[in-house]
């Protein structure tokens, strides 16, 4: 896979195409430490320079461990993590209040073992906390030199018109970036999010490409009513696997089969097929892969150019409507 880099909106900072997302690092994936330090060299070497991840993964063990594996290779990499969702279930660490974010922030930074956050994002907006707060507190780690840029993950059209409304009215710092959910399946952002983050000039860095592993076909061979694998992210996060809805597991599985003709017929591989289509959105900057397992990531560096041929997207079109969100569940 040859990975070319793109700019974070208008904030002049130049990222890898495709990102490597850090969620799996500790007991959500992969407590193989070991093994996941020689995940990120990999992605390095392959030249991967955005790495993504939040306070709240395995309540900071991801953070933890993707600062080791980054120790001597910090000034050749964007690093980029959360703060807003409850670190370990708990309400009392959580939200954009400024005292958390201070807090947060602060942790964050040991956990990394790093000086500054090169893209700190709210990783969910929080009603609670009105947006002037939450944009002060942001401001106030810019210019002490703690993080670089800041970012919004997840939020709609309207919250994104408003932080940036807010940060303009108060001459603060203002978001550079959205973090949404987008793949073939999952099309939602292209009705209204995509739309603001245009008009705003924002960096838009997708999570969940192959949503949740459909995107892999490795859920075509069974039955919609069988039990996936005991080892896939079906079972470890069901709703990644549409439980209890059997109509939307079943149509995902026709669709993908559709999805996989295409891929097939264009040359390439479904995996493939599916990173091409959301970096062919010249709005988009990045994809987040997240793999749990070093050959998990050796097999989607091996794809070929994620580009689409001529004619494809109006064939995926007409498998998934544009805006389309097959399952409502994946809008995040």
């Not at 009513?225 to 597991?249: L, N």
């Amino acid at each position: 896979m040859t990975i070319p880099t793109r700019f974070l909106g208008r904030s002049g900072i130049e990222v890898s195409s495709v990102a490597f997302g850090a969620m799996m690092f500790g007991r959500w994936g992969n407590n193989d430490v070991a093994e996941c330090h020689r995940m990120v060299a990999r992605a390095l070497d392959a030249g991967i320079t955005l790495f993504d991840t939040a306070d709240m993964y395995d309540d900071g063990a991801s953070e933890t461990i993707l600062g080791e594996a980054l120790r001597g290779h910090r000034d050749s990499v964007v690093l980029a993590t959360k703060v807003g969702n409850p670190m370990g279930g708990d309400r009392e660490r959580s939200g954009l209040s400024s005292r958390w974010i201070a807090r947060a922030c602060d942790d964050s930074l040991r956990r990394l073992q790093v000086e500054h956050i090169d893209l700190y994002q709210m990783h969910r907006p929080d009603p609670q906390t009105p947006t002037d707060e939450t944009l002060g507190a942001l401001n106030e780690l810019v210019v002490a030199g703690k993080v670089g840029a800041i970012g919004t993950s997840t939020f709609s059209p309207t919250q994104i018109d408003e932080v940036q409304s807010c940060a303009t009215d108060l001459g603060l710092v203002r978001p550079t970036s959205e973090q949404p959910p987008y793949s073939i399946l999952a099309r939602g952002i292209e009705r209204l999010v995509l739309p603001a983050c245009r008009h705003h000039n924002l960096g838009v860095i997708v999570w969940a490409p192959l949503n949740g592993g459909w995107l892999t076909g490795k859920y075509q061979g069974q039955a919609s009513t069988s039990a996936p694998d005991a080892d896939s992210r079906a079972v470890r996060q069901p709703e990644h696997f549409d439980h209890g809805q059997e109509a939307i597991r079943a149509e995902k599985q026709a669709l993908v089969a559709a999805l996989t003709a295409i891929a097939e017929a264009a040359g390439m591989s479904l995996k493939q097929l599916a990173l091409a289509f959301v970096l062919d959105d010249p709005t988009i900057t990045a994809a987040i892969i997240g793999p749990r397992t070093l050959a998990q990531l050796d097999d989607l560096l091996a794809l070929g150019p994620l580009e689409l041929p001529a004619g494809v997207r109006d064939a995926i079109d007409a498998v998934v409507a544009p805006g389309r969100n097959v399952n409502p569940a994946d809008a995040g």
